[in-house]
């Protein structure tokens, strides 16, 4: 056990300070200049209130920002959606994951127009650090073989994670996961029964103008074009893309495939929640 020491880096001409700790309790911020910070704990260590709540018995931290889905009683934030509900008194929060931050906002625009009735999620996602490089034990199912030689089949709780930032759709989705040997930019693919009929063309137009002139402009992009492939949205700051060339919608079936950059553009969202827990607003022209 040693005491928290920092260490400064050069990163891209910027020097970045790095406070080195064995436990989140053991670090004085304020000794670095640091007063009311934000904690964002991106560890996957913790997700419940009483191990993040070790981020608070600090001096100089005020907040915690989980960037996995929370457990208990912690609010599930997806910004656009649901970050309203952030309050003062709300000292930790999650901004969920990436695929639901990614699959929320498209599925609350269709559920508003048309009406989700139920669905299955199915996600195939880059490979993440909690997968093994080469085949060796693991204690999740499959996750054990190498990451960067097969698909691997696994689970995902984005489609139960779905309720806690939309909660009129408990309870109607499935989901599974696939991951595939690429290190950024994954894909959800919504298959939805909706209540109200609709086609490809009208879905498309629809999900268009959502990401152009609504409240979701930052949330939900939009592509028609038969040449894109995942590498094209690295760096894209939005949650999901939809990929119009592969919406399939007949009468009440309605399938949408959305691209999403799991790393940057799940950051972006992040950083909006940041933002909101510390009260910082900008100017938006128009109004």
């Not at 999620?121 to 880059?126: G, I, K, L, S, W």
């Amino acid at each position: 056990m040693v005491d928290a020491e920092a260490r400064s880096l050069i990163v891209n001409g910027n020097v970045i300070q790095v406070i080195y700790a064995d436990s989140p309790s053991e670090i004085d911020y304020t000794e670095y200049g640091i007063h009311n910070a934000v904690i964002v704990d991106n560890t996957g260590i913790w997700r419940d209130d009483a191990g993040l709540g070790q981020h608070l018995q600090c001096k100089g931290a005020a907040k915690a920002l989980l960037t996995a889905p929370g457990k208990g009683d912690i609010k599930n934030i997806v910004y656009g959606i649901n970050h309203e509900s952030i309050g003062d008194d709300d000292l930790i929060v999650s901004a969920a994951s990436c695929t639901t931050n990614a699959i929320v906002p498209v599925l609350k625009v269709l559920n508003d127009e048309y009406g989700v009735v139920n669905g299955h999620v199915e996600t195939v996602h880059a490979y993440t650090n909690d997968q093994n490089l080469i085949d060796n034990y693991h204690k999740g199912d499959r996750r054990g073989r190498s990451a960067a030689l097969n698909m691997v089949l696994t689970e995902t709780g984005a489609a139960k994670a779905v309720s806690k930032a939309l909660p009129e759709l408990e309870g109607k989705l499935t989901g599974n996961a696939i991951r595939v040997p690429i290190p950024n930019v994954s894909m959800a693919i919504l298959n939805l029964t909706l209540d109200k009929t609709t086609d490809a063309a009208a879905l498309n137009d629809y999900l268009r103008r959502m990401s152009i002139d609504s409240a979701y402009q930052k949330q939900i992009d939009f592509v028609d074009s038969a040449e894109v492939v995942s590498s094209d949205f690295v760096g894209n700051r939005h949650a999901g893309i939809v990929d119009a060339k592969a919406t399939i919608a007949n009468g009440h079936h309605a399938v949408v495939y959305m691209w999403y950059d799991n790393e940057f553009g799940y950051s972006c969202q992040v950083v909006r929640i940041l933002q909101q827990m510390s009260n910082v607003r900008f100017l938006k022209l128009p109004r």
